[in-house]
Structures are given as structure tokens and as C-alpha cells.
């Protein structure tokens, strides 16, 4: 199969897309008349795809039928358009993917779901105009390592506080160093070294609340209005769900791609032990150092991680945080045999 890469490229189509697509279809007949495609965005079931020729949009019948992954934003598929005049298409194949944004699905019945697929970064947004609440900061950084993917803090709304650098401090503490960038949309603060994660194909998706900014931060990148934005309630400063859907949007200049996301209140934890283990980081070394190997860092004796709370160069409430999340993690752990 030919793949046009000078204008895929443009889309993310790249060393690591050409890989997935060799193992895809080796030693696998493929159908005749094969299209590379990269997904655009998923709505109630139907696809927007963007080809070397342009978008098309593919029908929920066709991607029930015969994609055995469910495509999500963000994924490379293969897909034979069968009738022209019609413009119908079938989706094949959904290549293997590099990097993932999965959650455990709210409704507790599907198992995992895929957010988003194939970014290079993760964008996690937080406004500052409201609380920063540091649990909430330590889930969407064990989801963003998880991912396979680099991963930034990107505080929004910088014109609406006194002290941005003092808030970000406060998250730095938590965010084990990972990168926190101050933005404002409305003076241009930070967006220079926010471009800087991106360029030409590559790709960032962001990740947080309802009313955070993404949405304004994906038009102040694209210079214009691509993404649909709303006040927040000033009762609460939450913010209603303006993007319905997970859409990749293309930045103008080959600055790179950006998937905005609707926000995201329910963030279950997948098996994402080794992500765990870098957030928390801290905690695991000083474990290290506790008498019992298996110590659940409780009431064992010689616990080295309750002995720097007493010592108090550990923060009891970051402890709590750690064992619920470590225990939301371990059940989704697969039975040993």
C-alpha cells in the first residue's frame, strides 16, 4: 500500500505510524484498495477520517462491523471505500498505537476505555481561578505516565489570580517533576513554550475538568475560534461541557495537533502500577527502607514512610492519597493463576 507521506506527515504520520503499519500487514493478505487514514474524531459511533485526499466521514455500521479495536481520536486505520458515488467506506484496521489515554470505563461494564491515541504529549490543564486540588492532580498524572507519553502541567487562566507563582508551586510539590507551565490566553502568557512541545506532527492531548480552559487554550494555539468555549458558573467556577467530542484539531503553520477533550469528572484508574510507582515516587523510596519488604506502610512496626510523617517531612494527607489510589489500582490487577 502507498501512503503519501508528504501530506499525512502534516497529520502525525511519521517513523513510528510506518512501523505500526508494516506489522500490521505482514504476512496478512490485505484487502485490495486499502486507504491510510488517521481519525479525526468519534460521534456516537461515526468517524471523521482525514486521508491523503482529504476528510470523510465513515459510518457507525461499517466501524462496528468490521474493526475489531474500536477507533478512537487520535488512531491510524486502514479502510477500503468501496462505492464512490456514495462516499461509504469500511474501516479494516486500527494500526497498533504508541501511546494511550485510558480511563476505567464509569459505567464499570466495558472495562478500560481509550480516550485518545497516538499524542506524543499529555497537556494536563487545571484553571487558576478555582482550588487546585492535589488528589485530583496525582490521578491525571498516574493516567498521563500511564500513557507512554511526556506529560506537562499546564495552569490556565494566569490573569485570574494574585500569585500564579505561588499556585504553581503548590502543584510542583505533588507533580514529582513533571514540567508546570503558567498560561494565560488572554495576554499570550506561556504559549511560546507551550509551542515548543509541539511542531510539525506532532501531537498533544489534553486532559482535565469542565471549565478549565482547554478549549480557549486550543483556540489561543490555533489563533482562531476552532473550539467552541463558555463562561463558568460564578457560584462554583464550573464550567459546562462545551466539546462533546474528542476532536484532533490541526494548528495552522505545521505548529502541530492538538485533541481537545470534554472534561472529565469520573478518572478510574487502569493496572497502571509503574505509572504509580512515579508519581509517587517519593513514598516507594522511603519504603525502601521499611523493616518488612511487603510493608503496607499501616501500623507495621518499623514502617519508614509513617516515621517520616512523624518526623513530618511527609505530608500524612499525601499518604492517604497514595494507599487509596494504590488500592484502586491493585483491584484492577488480573487474578493470579
Same mark, same amino acid.
Given at each position: ?48 477520517? %482525514? ?35 456514495? *462516499?461509504?467506506?469500511?474501516?479494516? #484496521?486500527?494500526?497498533?498505537?504508541? +501511546? ?6 464509569? +459505567?464499570?461494564? /466495558? ?14 490543564? /487545571? ?19 500511564? +500513557? ?24 510542583? $510539590? ?13 495576554? *499570550? ?19 482535565? $475538568? ?19 468555549? $463558555? ?6 467556577? #464550573? ?25 472529565? #469528572? /469520573? ?11 512515579? %508519581? ?8 525502601? +527502607? ?19 510523617? #512523624? ?27
Amino acid at each position: 500500500m502507498s501512503v503519501d507521506a508528504a501530506v499525512l506527515s502534516r497529520w502525525g504520520y511519521d517513523t513510528r505510524v510506518a512501523a505500526a503499519l508494516v506489522s500490521q500487514v505482514s504476512g496478512l493478505e490485505a484487502p485490495p484498495g486499502l486507504v491510510l487514514a488517521r481519525v479525526v474524531q468519534v460521534d456516537r459511533g461515526e468517524c471523521d477520517v %482525514v486521508t491523503a485526499q482529504g476528510m470523510l466521514r465513515v459510518g457507525s455500521d461499517s466501524v462496528r462491523a468490521q474493526a475489531v479495536t474500536a477507533p478512537v481520536t487520535g488512531d491510524w486505520v486502514q479502510f477500503v471505500q468501496f462505492d464512490d458515488s456514495q *462516499g461509504l467506506a469500511v474501516i479494516s #484496521r486500527v494500526l497498533p498505537r504508541f +501511546s494511550e489515554l485510558t480511563r476505567r470505563d464509569p +459505567s464499570e461494564r /466495558a472495562g478500560d476505555q481509550v480516550l485518545a491515541a497516538n499524542f506524543d504529549v499529555v497537556g494536563i490543564v /487545571a484553571g487558576l481561578d478555582r482550588p487546585l486540588p492535589a488528589g485530583r492532580f496525582e490521578r491525571m498524572l498516574v493516567m498521563a505516565k500511564d +500513557s507512554r507519553a511526556e506529560t506537562v502541567i499546564l495552569l490556565t487562566k494566569a490573569d485570574q489570580t494574585t500569585d500564579a507563582a505561588a499556585a504553581a508551586e503548590t502543584v510542583r $510539590a505533588v507533580a514529582g517533576g513533571v514540567e508546570v507551565l503558567i498560561l494565560s490566553a488572554q495576554s *499570550g502568557l506561556g504559549l511560546d513554550r507551550l509551542r515548543s512541545k509541539l511542531g510539525a506532527g506532532r501531537t498533544m492531548v489534553l486532559l482535565g $475538568a469542565s471549565g478549565s480552559g482547554k478549549s480557549t487554550l486550543v483556540n489561543a494555539l490555533a489563533g482562531a475560534e476552532v473550539a467552541e468555549t $463558555a463562561k463558568v458558573r460564578a457560584s462554583d467556577r #464550573r464550567g459546562r461541557h462545551t466539546t462533546v467530542a474528542r476532536r484532533l484539531v490541526l494548528l495552522p503553520d505545521d505548529a502541530g495537533l492538538v485533541i481537545d477533550t470534554p472534561g472529565v #469528572r /469520573a478518572l478510574g484508574l487502569t493496572d497502571a502500577q509503574q505509572a504509580l510507582s512515579q %508519581v509517587f515516587g517519593d513514598i516507594e523510596e522511603r519504603g525502601r +527502607s521499611c523493616r518488612f519488604s511487603d510493608c503496607a506502610h499501616g501500623a507495621e512496626p518499623g514502617c519508614a514512610v509513617n516515621e517520616a510523617i #512523624r518526623s513530618g517531612s511527609l505530608d500524612p494527607r499525601r499518604l492517604q492519597r497514595f494507599i487509596a489510589l494504590r488500592d484502586e489500582v491493585a483491584r484492577q490487577e488480573p487474578p493470579r493463576r
